[in-house]
């Protein structure tokens, strides 16, 4: 029974690439969360999606950031045109249903040269 | 808007001591209150939760008890061990189901 599975676990982009970072959810759950960790600090929601639907992305950047759950795949977060401020741990989790228990994956550690 | 405070570390205790991870929070409404777990290189891992007042979440020999007057939810353990050594997250589940960290607290414990 795998767990969220996020890949790639560690991802090197130069300043104004693109990152993609995927997010499969664990079996049975429909519901996916993203948040981020600064070097030393606690993680920060950033987006709360459905499939096919983003429900809340109160904590996203307004710009370069987006992200997807579409109904077939996994979940996806871009970052347009990186900069060295988004080099971070981006984690995603997933529950069974709104208020169920989340289950975390071991993260993607981004960091823009 | 809700926010979780944790005591600062690094923690560094002895094997065998007893821990003690402050955890306060500010929320309107009642949420639930969770610990996590970070291992180095690691995701988080649920360690325990409690979902109403004077409920008390336990497991692998931690405990934090939800108490509602103090807004409070100290992690607790009789008698660390090394393998407890990683980061400790306070967290409490907000609107929306979105879950607010405090800044987390480094334990680390020697032979």
């Known amino acids: 029974n795998a767990g969220v599975m996020q890949n790639p676990r560690h991802l090197v982009r130069r300043r104004g690439q693109e990152a993609r970072l995927r997010c499969s959810p664990m079996k049975g759950h429909s519901h996916v969360y993203w948040y981020r960790q600064l070097p030393e600090e606690g993680l920060k929601f950033m987006v709360y999606l459905q499939k096919e639907n983003i429900i809340d992305e109160s904590g996203m950047p307004k710009e370069r950031f987006s992200a997807e759950f579409p109904k077939e795949g996994p979940s996806i977060l871009r970052i347009q045109q990186v900069v060295r401020g988004d080099s971070a741990a981006y984690f995603c989790?997933?529950?069974?249903?709104?208020?169920?228990?989340?289950?975390f994956g071991s993260g993607t550690r981004l960091t823009v040269v | 808007g809700d926010s979780v405070t944790q005591m600062e570390g690094p923690v560094t205790l002895s094997e065998e001591a007893f821990l003690t991870i402050n955890c306060t929070y500010t929320?309107?409404?009642?949420?639930?209150l969770f610990w996590y777990v970070q291992y180095p290189g690691e995701g988080l891992q649920l360690l325990l939760k409690?979902?109403?007042?004077?409920d008390k979440g336990s497991n692998k020999g931690f405990e934090a008890t939800y108490r509602k007057e103090t807004t409070s939810f100290h992690l607790e353990k009789g008698s660390v061990q090394v393998s407890d050594s990683a980061v400790y997250f306070c967290?409490?589940?907000?609107?929306?189901?979105?879950?607010?960290f405090g800044a987390g607290t480094i334990l680390r414990v020697k032979s």
């Open positions: 929320a309107t409404g009642y949420p639930s």
């Open positions: 967290a409490l589940s907000g609107y929306g189901n979105k879950l607010v």
């Open positions: 409690a979902t109403k007042a004077d």
């Open positions: 989790a997933s529950s069974p249903q709104e208020g169920g228990g989340y289950t």
